[in-house]
């Protein structure tokens, strides 16, 4: 697909690192599956990766906890 941000590069499969941060809590996830930009780096996740996202940083906010870095690993179906 174009870039929407660029439009000058075409997106390849490969990864990037995205950040949560809510309330004091901060969560990185490295590793995570996303269309990239050849010519900006732009990266887009799709749908499901970014629920798997979304129910992991529900999963991991405790409170106390500051900040949380894992690799990114797709819960078994």
Do not use: K, W
């Amino acid at each position: 697909m174009s870039c929407i941000i660029c439009h000058q590069g075409e997106t390849q499969p490969g990864t990037t690192t995205t950040t949560f941060s809510r309330d004091g809590f901060t969560l990185v996830v490295q590793g995570v599956p996303a269309e990239v930009c050849e010519n900006c780096g732009e990266a887009y996740i799709d749908e499901a990766t970014t629920e798997e996202l979304l129910r992991l940083a529900r999963e991991l906010r405790q409170p106390g906890t500051g900040v949380v870095v894992r690799d990114y690993s797709p819960a078994a179906a």
